[in-house]
């Protein structure tokens, strides 16, 4: 049982550049999450998913964008990359809502450098 | 060892003692809470969580205390290991599928 598992691990992009991070998991669950960690701080949800063909936005939003095709995978696009997206992404993977007294699941992160 | 979230956050114990981890949380209206360990270069593990109708909850070495007339969370870690160093977060569920994270608290411990 692999969980969540994200592609790549490290990119460095260039300014303007785009890119698409990938996540899957393979527990069947519906709730999925992108979140951004920026150093020393916490995580910030970017966009989330309740299912396939749902999602809405999180709490930083701007510069990124998300599909969610299939149950499994919940990709996660920068179109015109800059530097203040240089972060490390957080895909995680839910079988409830928050709330739901499940346990969520963390894939191991994508580190950007945008230069 | 005990910390105060954003204003201490590194903590260092010995091993065997016990830690505690505090996080203040922002909104009286959270009625779920969780605890995440993250380790260097990993991604967060759960802990432990606990909801706004209870003031305390265990789990194995672990206990969460919710205070909401302060709204502040601590998390407690008996017996505190050298596995337990790493990066300890509080998360927030605002509403619907939103949680906000704390800035987190730096465990090390110290054999």
């Known amino acids: 049982n692999a969980g969540v598992t994200q592609t790549p691990k490290f990119r460095i992009l260039k300014i303007g550049q785009s890119m698409t991070l990938q996540c899957a998991q393979d527990?069947?669950?519906?709730?999925m999450y992108w979140y951004r960690q920026d150093p020393g701080m916490g995580l910030k949800l970017i966009y989330y998913s309740v299912g396939a063909g749902i999602t809405d936005k999180g709490e930083v939003p701007n510069g990124y964008n998300v599909s969610r095709s299939t149950t499994e995978d919940f990709p996660l696009r920068l179109e015109l990359a800059a530097p203040s997206q240089t972060s490390v992404y957080f895909c995680?993977?839910?079988?409830?809502?928050?709330?739901?007294?499940?346990?969520?699941?963390f894939g191991q992160g994508t580190r950007l450098t945008v230069v | 060892g005990e910390s105060v979230g954003l204003h201490l956050p590194t903590l260092s114990v010995q091993e065997g003692d016990n830690s505690i981890i505090n996080c203040a949380y922002s909104?009286?209206?959270?009625?779920?809470f969780i605890w995440y360990k993250q380790e260097s270069g990993k991604g967060p593990q759960f802990i432990i969580d606990i909801r706004s109708n209870m003031d305390k909850r265990q789990g194995q070495r672990v206990t969460v205390l919710l205070n909401k007339t302060v709204k502040h969370l601590s998390l407690q870690i008996a017996a505190t290991q050298p596995g337990d160093s790493a990066v300890y977060f509080c998360a927030e569920n605002i509403s619907g599928n939103q949680f906000y994270f704390g800035t987190g608290t730096s465990l090390t411990v110290i054999p």
């Open positions: 527990m069947n669950h519906n709730y």
């Open positions: 909104n009286s209206a959270s009625d779920y």
């Open positions: 995680a993977s839910r079988a409830l809502p928050w709330g739901g007294n499940t346990e969520a699941f």
